[in-house]
């Protein structure tokens, strides 16, 4: 798939709602602008299937981070604290994110994790949040 550029509506302030939904969910009207944020896609799901406005790989944990975590709950805390310091290291990866995501209403992080709780969208959901 090839990544499309979303443009952004003239405010430059966050989304009122930013929502984390499972890839294997059904999407939505209510979801906004839908952002895939793994760096690889959804096993068994097409592009058609998924109904996302972007897929934003290079926001994703890196390859090495993600096998390290493996979803292991235990992990979780040093998962996500590497991950942070991913997001704050990677400035242009950050700032393109943060630039698509200004603006709309409402937007969904979109994941394929099995685990609701802990995963890369809950973090970035954070970051933005902080970044306010």
Partial sequence: MQEVSIPAAKSAELPVNIAIKRAYEAAEKSDGCRILVDRVWP????????????????????????????????????????????????????????EVVRGHATVTLVYGAKDQGQNQAVVLRDFLRQQG
């Fill in 43 to 98: 096993r068994g799901l097409s592009k058609e299937d998924l109904h996302i406005d972007l897929w934003l790989k290079e926001i994703a944990p890196s390859t090495a981070l993600r096998k390290g975590f493996n979803h292991e709950p235990e992990k979780w805390a040093a998962f996500r604290e590497r991950y942070l310091e991913e997001l704050r290291a990677n400035v242009q990866a950050a700032q393109r994110f943060n």
